[in-house]
């Protein structure tokens, strides 16, 4: 046998590469340190979870939407009580409320055909500036009537408030002018007092105040416009006669063919204008 045949694990060593010691890993700085025995997954949930880690942005964001949210519960509060008011209507008042809007679209309408009109008259007419002094003239006797400085009369109402126990506040006979204003309204009176763009009302010792004039109950309203506009609108449900007589008031109205309103407003001069045909 030769030498080869005698040894042949050492030919086997010889092939094969030397073997390497096995070393441990050090572990670096950056290393994680190892998880707590006994600590559970649940245990790591809530310590990933509490104390929330909240960023500036994120509170930002949460407030913006928390106040959205707000806005958007109270508009639908508000609507709510508009809707439940009308749910609760009888079916004649429902009625009487179609009649008013449809009211108040014609206005819009007649308004705008008394616009188109003038306008044409003023193209068509052969002396323009005849035409267009006419129709200065007219508006300014309908403006004199809105400031208060001309006396008017026609057709309309007059509602009398009788408020014995001076419970009838100054803001529940505003919401009675803005209503009739709303209903086409083109001149009011209170208890000999003219009402015009800028009036307001307060309150005065179981009294009320207009345009700081006092006036003492029973408050006499003297309205000149559409009768049947006028007062279907202090009559709707949850409205101007509803709520005076929440108040243990009583009110009273009354259509008339002819409303004379001749309080009047002294005509304000201006300071520095001046008319620039001058």
């Known amino acids: 046998m030769s030498e080869h045949g005698k040894h042949p694990e050492h030919r086997l060593r010889k092939e094969l590469p030397a073997e390497v010691p096995a070393v441990a890993q050090e572990a670096g700085p950056t290393a994680e340190p190892a998880p707590e025995a006994g600590l559970t997954g649940r245990r790591r949930l809530v310590q990933g979870l509490w104390p ?63 616009l188109e009109k003038q306008r044409q008259e003023l193209q068509s007419s052969s002396d323009q500036a005849a035409e267009a002094r006419r129709q200065t003239a007219e508006k300014e006797r309908q403006l004199g009537i809105l400031a208060g400085t001309v006396a008017a009369q026609g057709p309309g109402i007059t509602m009398t408030v009788d408020d014995p126990k001076g419970t009838v506040q ?31 009302l307060t309150d005065s010792d179981k009294s009320v105040s207009v345009d700081g004039n006092k006036i003492t109950q029973p408050y006499v309203f003297k309205v000149i416009g559409k009768p049947q506009d006028l007062e279907p609108a202090l009559n709707i449900p949850g409205g101007v006669v509803q709520t005076l007589e929440k108040e ?30 001058q």
């Not at 964001?61 to 958007?72: E, H, I, K, R, T």
């Not at 809707?83 to 014609?106: C, M, N, P």
Request: a negative charge.
């Open 52 to 114: 929330p880690r909240v960023s500036r942005a994120q509170l930002i964001v949460a407030v913006l939407l928390f106040g959205l949210g707000f806005g958007l519960a109270v508009q639908v509060a508000s609507n709510s009580d508009n809707d439940s008011a009308l749910r609760g209507a009888r079916q004649e008042d429902l009625v009487r409320i179609l009649d008013e809007l449809d009211d108040r679209t014609q206005r819009l309408e007649d308004e705008k055909t008394g």
């Open 170 to 200: 100054a803001d529940m006979l505003l919401d009675a002018i803005q209503e009739l204003r709303a209903a086409g309204a083109e001149a009011i009176q209170v208890n000999g007092v003219r009402v015009i763009s800028g009036t307001y």
């Open 248 to 277: 243990q008031a009583t009110v009273t109205v009354e259509r008339s063919t002819k409303i004379v309103v001749d309080a009047l407003r002294p005509a304000k001069q201006p300071d520095y204008a001046r008319s620039s045909s």
